[in-house]
């Protein structure tokens, strides 16, 4: 099950970086060389394999995206999205330890909710500037989180990281998810 989670992800990650003629070739191929492996080797490394695979092809692809023209502008929507999200974040910081005691359960509760109500609201503002740039978005908050895990060391609690790892993206896609409805219930 993690193992298909992990292609799964893979693919999405690849069909949202290749041009629409390329992408399913580029992904069969893979999905096909993939399947060759694990068909002659029962390495439980397969999976790692594939996502090398696609880590590798990252670089090149959103470079090629952005020479056609179409991710400088995502890229410049989803930086101004989050760069909302820093000042609403900031400001919602400073009225929460002004309220409430840092030790007290609905702290800790706010704390929690702060971080992912603004991700959303930065995906529903990122989509709304670009489509698309809800998932750049997404992309940079796992680069933050990661970030800020590296610097805060263990100051912080591991479950609180994996938390903001996972659930911060995943809500920056659904603000761009809803973005999306809301535009094509304005265009019917």
Known sequence: MRRALLTRSANWILGRLLPEAQKDAVIGDLIEEHALRTATSHAPNDSWWYLGQVSRSLLPLLLAAARRG???????????????????????????????????????????LIGPA????????AARIRPGAATVLAIISI??????MATAGSTVSIWFSAFFLVVCPLTALAGGMLERKQRNIRVQ
């Open 70 to 112: 179409q991710w400088l502008t995502t890229f410049g929507a989803a930086v101004a999205a989050y760069g909302l999200i820093k000042i609403i974040e900031s400001a919602s910081e400073v009225t929460l330890f002004a309220v409430l005691a840092p030790q007290s359960l609905a702290y800790v509760l706010a704390a929690y």
């Open 118 to 125: 603004n991700m959303m609201l930065g995906g529903y503002v």
């Open 143 to 148: 680069i933050m989180v990661l970030q800020w």
